[in-house]
């Protein structure tokens, strides 16, 4: 309990940061509008604990990934065709 505990705090302190640092390379600080800064967080919370707590969502996620996994090779072949044309080879 005490180590899960653990990684949720490391993860906050990950999160915290990353905005730390978003804020701190921030041309205008001011016009920093922190409630969609917090709904946005806290959107992505929620959408990860769908995925993760829900055993939908996260049957959801594994029938997406393996969708993504039989459109690779695809898109794959797409992405040299489209090289290959913009270069003349084509």
Request: charged share 10%; proline share 2%; glycine share 8%.
């Amino acid at each position: 309990m005490l180590a899960a505990l653990g990684h949720i705090l490391f993860g906050f302190f990950g999160l915290f940061v990353l905005v730390l640092i978003a804020y701190t390379f921030s041309n205008n600080r001011r016009s920093v509008d922190w409630k969609l800064v917090l709904t946005g967080i806290s959107l992505q919370i929620l959408f990860a604990a769908f995925v993760l707590k829900v055993p939908f969502g996260s049957a959801a996620f594994d029938a997406l990934g393996m969708a993504s996994e039989v459109a690779a090779p695809d898109a794959a072949f797409a992405g040299q065709f489209r090289i290959a044309k913009v270069a003349g080879l084509v």
